[in-house]
Antibody
């Protein structure tokens, strides 16, 4: 059974930094692209970033480009999202999902809440 | 960027009735479109992919149709567990991957 488990969400001030993690199990992690998708409170879904199975290719939404970095450790079956220079508008539940690389998102984690507020 | 527009924003339907949800893409996304269901406090769940293929375990009352720029999700006979928010998403041309704004299906 595929499982994705996000962690790392907290309350922090604007301008701060945070790293989210997504632990994957139940599939060959290195074979699949991964994405982060976020959802602001009461709002719709917004794709944030994607990474290829090898980690060689990465893509970002314009809203986070230059501030967020996606990465993965295939030896640990873990996906990361390094978030810097956080803004109030980054407040959201962050989901990891797979595959999303010219394919739909078959599997989603349960999400982790990031709140940016002074 | 491909823009996905869903209508209506809210759909009021009685249990047992048919629900028809629309999604428009601009420009065309061929058949590279998915539908997701999301209930409060839960992650989205894939219902339909490639515009018309049901995902594993999805009941037959859910069906998808369309191609190019116009797509439809039909729920043939609404059950109590179907009241939720539904999103369409294109994966034809990216980045960015884009979602529609959602349609909330509520009890009439």
């Amino acid at each position: 059974e595929v499982q994705l488990l996000e962690s790392g969400g907290v309350l922090l001030q604007p301008g701060g930094s945070l790293r989210l993690s997504c632990a994957a199990s139940g599939f060959i992690f290195s074979n699949y692209a991964m994405s982060w998708v976020r959802q602001a409170p009461g709002k719709g879904l917004e794709w944030v970033s994607a990474i290829s199975g090898s980690g060689a290719a990465t893509y970002y939404a314009d809203s986070v480009k230059g501030r967020f970095t996606i990465s993965r450790d295939n030896s640990k079956n873990t996906l990361y999202l390094q978030m810097n220079i956080l803004r109030a508008e980054d407040t959201a539940v962050y989901y990891c999902a797979t595959p999303g690389w010219y394919r739909p998102f078959d599997h989603w984690g349960q999400g982790t809440l990031v709140t940016v507020s002074s | 960027e491909i823009v996905m527009t869903q209508s209506p924003a809210t759909l009021s339907v009685s249990p047992g009735e048919r629900a028809t949800l629309s999604c428009r893409a601009s420009p065309s996304v061929s058949s590279n479109l998915a539908w997701y269901q999301q209930k409060p406090g839960q992650a989205p769940r894939l219902l339909i992919y490639d515009a018309s293929t049901r995902a594993t375990g999805i009941p037959a009352r859910f069906s998808g149709s369309g191609s190019g720029t116009e797509f439809t999700l039909t729920i043939s006979s609404l059950q109590s567990e179907d009241f939720a928010v539904y999103y369409c998403q294109q994966y034809n041309n990216w980045p960015p991957l884009t979602f529609g704004g959602g349609t909330k299906v509520e009890i009439k």
